[in-house]
């Protein structure tokens, strides 16, 4: 079986979030399982500085897309990933070769319809330059949720076997865009319509691939669900709901070669569930470099994209009473400038106690997971999430809120049976947060038991090996689904 991954970032080359890492290491995952698996990705000024350092290099031949009255050209570059798959990459420098993926901390780009229309359409036309034929084109979120339509409309004749699979990583974000955008897409108006990108007379690009590939997933089976109610739904639950059949949920793992604390280069001291020592060195470490009073109080971590979905303003409302009560907290992420300024006048208040960087910086991200005791996680919603996965591997106890994969991947640690790997809550308040901080914060003085709920979450398998099963078996149902439209 031949997949062709389609995402607007892929680890290593480039990351804002958990889809990055996603598609990086699914690609790698099967293609260790034998599955011709090959991702492709815009050629962003980021990654072009660092072509030579990933051994990009050009490919002959360019894709001309059309874009409303113009012809946008691409150039295609090439590289392989570390388990000897290809990475392509499109290059226009006049929509990708800037400072930010999707916008700055201001806002979206003007003309992020135009540049993600242009990858979408790039990607079908860079299969013909490239002569590859595929069986399966996964897409993965907004940015490609044309690439079903296309194949199912303008490309039909070419690519009548090619059966499309699309995931949601998180569906606040849809890729809406004023009606007036519609000729970009070379669709004709008769797809602006309710069964197709229409949406509260705006477009709506995820929409149209929800509606158009041959079958759907999302990376969490209690997001799967969700989803399709209204309060998670977005407006597109009633969508979901009619497509339910074909709507999948695949939790994501983590790549054990980038997170693992016994092999993990970029932490101050190496551990292992059997000896977690150097996971105090780590503290005290971290501690030191954010400048925090080097004592035994519980330090609380979080790694995040500072947006309203992960909660930092419950954060913001308990950051007095987590600090009063006794704890240390080490804040970094970067996202929507209110959080920014609200984060950085805390840190200005609680100096020894609390640590705040504003920024994107993975080095640090892994000394916060590896040297904090708690993780906090209290999200508004949480598709899959990989942080409160990757602090369970680092014996780092999670906190947050019942919801999605976070509700799937953390269980509530009982005392009486000894069992369980974290402490969630379900209301969204500051109350409930606060509550359950102390809950873990408690138990953290009692070593004993601190030292088991360790030992759960460090035992808890989160690799890629079962997702990619998962993954083969629904692309086999997804040539399925179009073989039987086919007939
Ligand atoms: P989402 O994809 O919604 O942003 P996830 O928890 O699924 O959230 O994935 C986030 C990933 O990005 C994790 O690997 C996390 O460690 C990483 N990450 C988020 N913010 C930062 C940051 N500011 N610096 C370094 N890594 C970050």
Redesign the pocket.
Known sequence: MKVLIVSPEVAPYV?T???A?VSGTLVNALRRTGTEASVILPLYGEIRKRVKDWGITPVSGEISVPLGNDIETGRLWKAKTPAGADAFFIQNDRFFDRDHLYGTPEGDFSDNASRFIFFSRGVIESLKVLGLRVDIIHCNDWQTGLVPVYIKTLYRDEFPDTATLLTI??LGYQGIFWHLDMPLTGLGWEMFTMSALEFHGKINLLKGGLLFADTIMTVSRTYAREIQTPEHGFGLEDVLKERSSDLHGIMNGIDYREWSPWRDRLIPSRYNRKNVSGKGICKKFLQRECNLEEDDSPVIGM???LSS?KGIDLVADSIDDIIQSGSQMVI???GEKNYHDILLNLHAHYRGRLSVTI????A??HRIYAGSDIFLMPSRYE?????QI?ALRYGTIPVGRRTGGFADSVTEYDTSSGSGTGFLFQEYSPKALKNTVQKATRLYRSRDIWRTIMRNAMSQESSWRQPAKEYLALYKKTLNVKNRQKK
């Open positions: 990351k979030g958990g889809l890492d990583h998180n790694v995040a994209r979905q970094l992420g970067s920024g994107y910086d993975n640090f991200a598709p899959c999430g990989l942080g990757i």
